[in-house]
């Protein structure tokens, strides 16, 4: 059974952390909006410090995130025909003791959303290009570097800026939705067309 890696966060799950810099700024960011990947770069850098001390003291995105469309639907089907493992980073270099909150709440979330998920699969990481998986499914371009016979980016607006070229040299495809990775990764005999 083929070894399959899929991230966390703005992969199966989304919004959260813009909806905690929209509440902290009392603003009403859209996603399209900001291109950088971290979303907390709409402020200055002294703004910045003071929200990340908010954010680690009173935010769990967690108990509010969306789903990406269809993204839980398709990884349990795919969990009948590969051995998945949820591999999602909570290490802020900016804050690197206190984002040790951010393992419990993504831990917890998990294993509550995704039961067919076996917790020992779930790693929790700081670098994500140690992890051996045939497939891996990320948002960011960085986090598919390492060995993976298939590596798909989940088009999101912060990754937009990589063409097409820039992503075939790196043996990166581009999807943009749940439903696609589906008929990338179901077998044949499942009706796949």
Not at 56 to 78: G, M
Not at 102 to 123: C, G, L, R, T
Request: aromatic share 12%; with cysteine.
């Amino acid at each position: 059974m083929k070894k399959l890696m899929i991230d966390l966060d703005e992969t199966i799950c989304t919004g959260g952390y813009l909806q905690a810099v929209n509440d902290y700024l009392k603003t009403n960011y859209k996603e399209e909006e900001i291109d950088s990947y971290y979303v907390e770069d709409v402020m200055n850098e002294e703004e910045k410090e003071r929200f990340l001390d908010y954010f680690y003291e009173h935010v769990n995105i967690y108990k509010t995130i969306d789903l990406v469309p269809d993204s839980l639907k398709v990884i349990e089907a795919l969990s009948k025909h590969y051995d998945i493992y949820i591999a999602t980073a909570f290490v802020d270099k900016r804050r690197v003791k206190e984002s040790g909150v951010m393992a419990m709440q993504k831990y917890h979330w998990i294993i509550e959303n995704m039961p067919y998920i076996d917790p020992k699969k779930i790693f929790l990481t700081g670098s994500k290009n140690l992890v051996m998986c045939d497939v891996k499914i990320d948002d960011k371009v960085s986090n598919l570097k390492g060995f993976g016979e298939l590596k798909l980016l989940l088009d999101q607006p912060h990754n937009q800026k990589y063409t097409a070229q820039e992503l075939e040299q790196r043996k990166i495809k581009r999807v943009y939705n749940w439903n696609q990775i589906y008929s990338l990764l179901m077998p044949e005999s499942e009706g796949n067309s």
